[in-house]
């Protein structure tokens, strides 16, 4: 790919995404990629403030998207302050918490699926929908579901208690562009959360 100049860049336009950079488990490997930055690794910058301060690596990829890896060493409330050409991107800083690799939250949030295409694509104006099995996990509370919208639209949610440990979730975006769902058990996210869902018209 052909290398931007850096004068293009518009730090406020770049945004980090990936479940690494909301949330980590002490000892695994974490990741989460910042887009829109058209591949200029040497001006991004990455900063850790908490209980430690891990070692990270970062990559370009054949989008232009920079792929940040990190191992964080204790648990606890962390910070990821993100600059490129010594500005703060778009939600920097990130609050991420680190989980304890032995908290026993991570083994029952294992057991929660999330299935359906509301959770692959959407549609602009239109109801989609996702469904929740939380039955294997013995769920009775501390199921939470947000979504995070692109500026200026938001989206309505609904969610339905089918009493029997699962859960139908609907969705209606206002308008296209790239929506983030997630889906938290207890705070921890599930499998595959957050969903990086693109609507369109």
């Known amino acids: 790919m052909p290398r931007a100049d850096p004068n293009d860049v518009n730090p406020t336009r770049c945004i980090a995404v990936g479940e ?8 695994k490997l974490a990741k989460f990629a910042i887009q829109g930055c058209l591949g200029l690794v040497n001006l991004v910058d990455v900063e850790f403030e908490g209980p430690a301060v891990p070692l990270y690596t970062k990559e370009p990829d054949e989008t232009g998207n920079i792929h940040v890896t990190y191992t964080p060493p204790v ?4 910070k990821i ?4 050409k010594d500005k703060q991107i778009k939600n920097s800083p990130y609050k991420c918490e680190v989980i304890g690799e032995g908290d026993p939250k991570l083994k029952k949030v294992q057991l929660v699926e999330v299935q359906g295409k509301g959770v692959i694509v959407a549609k602009a104006t239109k109801e ?3 469904f929740v099995d939380a039955r ?3 769920l009775n509370a501390g199921l939470a579901i947000n979504v995070k919208c692109p500026e200026r639209c938001s ?3 609904d969610i ?3 009493n029997d440990g699962t859960f139908k979730v ?3 975006p206002t308008n296209p562009g790239l929506y983030v769902v997630n889906v938290k058990v207890e705070g921890v996210h599930v499998p595959s959360s957050p969903f990086y869902v693109r609507a369109t018209n």
Do not use: C, H, M, S
């Open 136 to 138: 294997r996990a013995n």
């Open 75 to 78: 648990p606890g409330e962390y």
């Open 155 to 157: 989206a309505q949610l």
């Open 170 to 172: 609907k969705w209606k």
């Open 20 to 27: 690494g950079v909301d949330q980590a488990v002490t000892g």
């Open 128 to 130: 989609n929908v996702f």
């Open 81 to 84: 302050i993100i600059r490129v």
């Open 160 to 162: 339905e208690d089918n």
